[in-house]
């Protein structure tokens, strides 16, 4: 059993597709793009905004930060709550704290949107510590706040903690800090993405992830 859980927010407690969707629509109308098919925009969730605009519009830095912002207009009014926890997440966190695990938020989604979507959804309660990426761009990458996380909490032995998130970032992330982790298949990454990027464990639903965690077998 671990002391740990580190936990992404996108994805893996809350589908935020719907929110994330509509507010990068909103950006690319502004801004005189045309908007891709629904497969392309989910592609946009899991990576930090900045690689996900630069990758698909191929744009310079300075032209990134103004879809960023714009991105931010609908996203910090209505973008942030088109979102629904997912069946089972509230249960699946509950488990785990009564277990006597400490739970940290880990989501390269700003902090400041993070700590409002927590507690909009009563979910706050349950972490210990939440770490975020920064407005201003300068902290982002998924194994940078882990990182910082680990830092925060002045954990010493990685072995303690274990990573749980839905995309190669999150896993990639935790394998940068020798941590073990745990891939979601229900959220938007696919099981081949998560294996490749050296999950530890594989988990199918919320179930399977409080097993895992607990060190129980989840046959």
Do not use: W
């Not at 020798?178 to 490749?196: K, N, P």
């Not at 179930?207 to 060190?215: F, P």
């Amino acid at each position: 059993m671990y002391r740990y859980a580190f936990f992404d927010l996108d994805g893996t407690l809350t589908d935020s597709s719907e929110g994330i969707i509509n507010s990068i629509k909103y950006a690319l109308e502004k801004n005189g793009y045309s908007i891709p098919d629904e497969t392309e925009l989910l592609k946009f969730i899991g990576p930090p905004l900045a690689d996900s605009f630069a990758g698909y519009l191929n744009l310079p830095k300075d032209q990134v930060q103004d879809m960023i912002d714009t991105y931010r207009e609908y996203f910090a009014v209505k973008g942030l709550f088109e979102n629904r926890v997912y069946d089972g997440a509230e249960s699946m966190l509950a488990k785990l704290k009564r277990a006597g695990i400490e739970l940290v938020l880990a989501t390269s989604k700003p902090e400041k949107f993070a700590r409002q979507i927590l507690e909009h959804f009563e979910l706050d309660k349950y972490f210990e510590h939440v770490v975020g990426a920064t407005l201003d761009g300068k902290l982002g990458r998924k194994s940078d706040i882990i990182k910082k996380a680990l830092k925060d909490l002045k954990i010493k032995d990685h072995q303690q903690v274990i990573m749980i998130g839905d995309r190669e970032y999150d896993i990639s992330g935790a394998n940068d800090s020798g941590l073990d982790s745990i891939g979601v298949l229900y959220g938007f990454g696919r099981c081949e993405e998560l294996r490749q990027a050296g999950a530890t464990q594989i988990a199918k639903s919320t179930e399977e992830v409080v097993k895992y965690v607990l060190g129980q077998d989840a046959n």
